[in-house]
């Protein structure tokens, strides 16, 4: 089974909009943390948000927050008032910290903003 | 700024051939991790580091080997390269536990002729 799941190979929004990225994740573990990367055309990898299992209270950075249901092992990303340099692909990790601390990553969405 | 240097930041090189490239992690972090990314492709693991000791493998190729060096820096030696390793190839860092996220390097982009 996939550990983490990104089921929106593609998405657009219109600039100044919010847009969702969905995340599912697979884990057996108490103790987890689960991350958001973007990476713009240019390649690199910029970490954007954290979430921990036992976090009650979502997580936000700025534009950025992370809608986590944990019953329903889902994190998904939330980008508030697009922007066109949001558009890039965005990640959506897990670190099992009891399996060796693996990192497992998702397939990828790629995000464009529209004008 | 990461933290996390990767040199070189370009590699052309010949089928063949065998290359090394090298990773230096952010001040502290003792895991380093290994990532491939083809083109339009997710990240495939490679292979992780922590204080010099092997931790785990993932899809790396038997002509890719890595180590970890007594100063926490890393190379991933690439051999007898084959069109298809044409990549962008990730270092990332991290500290332990569960909350510390992955600080990547710019990473190497290798080019396979």
């Known amino acids: 089974a996939q550990k983490i799941t990104q089921t929106q190979p593609g998405m657009f929004v219109q600039e100044k909009e919010a847009v969702t990225l969905d995340c599912t994740y697979d884990?057996?573990?108490?103790?987890?943390?689960l991350f958001w990367y973007k990476q713009p055309s240019s390649g690199e990898m910029i970490f954007l948000i954290y979430?921990?299992?036992?976090?009650?209270q979502n997580a936000t950075e700025g534009r950025y927050s992370l809608n986590f249901q944990k019953a329903r092992k889902s994190a998904n990303l939330v980008i508030s008032a697009s922007q066109l340099g949001d558009s890039a692909m965005y990640f959506c990790?897990?670190?099992?910290?009891?399996?060796?601390?693996?990192?497992?990553f998702g397939t990828g969405t790629s995000l464009t903003v529209i004008p | 700024d990461s933290g996390v240097t990767q040199t070189p930041k370009h590699l052309i090189t010949a089928t063949g051939q065998r290359v090394t490239l090298r990773c230096s992690p952010r001040?502290?972090?003792?895991?380093v991790y290994w990532y491939q990314q083809s083109l339009d492709q997710g990240l495939q693991f490679l292979i992780q580091?922590?204080?010099?000791?092997?931790?785990a493998k993932g899809n790396i190729l038997e002509r890719f080997s890595a180590q970890q060096f007594p100063d926490l820096h890393s190379e991933l030696n690439l051999s007898s390269l084959e069109l298809g390793d044409s990549a962008l190839y990730f270092c990332?860092?991290?500290?332990?536990?569960?909350?510390?996220?992955?600080?990547f390097g710019n990473g190497t982009r290798l080019t396979v002729t």
């Open positions: 979430q921990g299992s036992y976090d009650e």
């Open positions: 580091y922590y204080n010099g000791e092997e931790r």
């Open positions: 990332a860092s991290s500290a332990g536990g569960a909350n510390s996220p992955l600080h």
């Open positions: 990790a897990m670190r099992e910290p009891y399996t060796g601390n693996q990192f497992y």
């Open positions: 884990t057996s573990d108490q103790s987890y943390g």
């Open positions: 001040s502290g972090d003792l895991s």
